[in-house]
């Protein structure tokens, strides 16, 4: 699978994630294909970015970060058919462990 996971929250990571390859209302030709740069600009919005071995990007989700928690929204992918949930499992916990 050789799929990788990078939190991203600079305002030219976020502008970069939600590539052509991605499918939905993010994506270059979506509704609000906005959202990659108003979340580069907040201090409380980042991005997941899922890529491939060959480095492409093949999913990603927008994080929003409370004093509650973290909240998800919905992943948004190529159409690719691999369970990603692990990968952000470890992230989560990576990051938890990293008190971060």
């Known amino acids: 699978m ?3 996971a990078t939190l991203v929250g600079s305002f030219f990571g976020c502008a970069a994630t939600c590539s052509g390859s991605i499918v939905g209302c993010y994506a270059p030709s979506g509704d609000h294909c906005q959202k990659p740069l108003e979340a580069g600009l907040r201090a409380n919005v980042m991005f997941i970015a899922v890529r491939g071995a060959d480095g492409a990007e093949v999913e990603s989700v ?6 509650q928690g973290l909240l998800c929204y919905q992943a948004y992918t190529n159409g690719h058919s691999w369970d990603t949930e692990p990968l952000y499992t470890a992230l989560f916990a990576k ?3 990293d008190g971060r």
Request: charged fraction near 15%; avoid cysteine; proline fraction near 0%.
């Open 95 to 97: 990051l938890l462990s």
């Open 2 to 4: 050789g799929l990788t």
């Open 62 to 67: 927008e994080v929003l970060l409370t004093d």
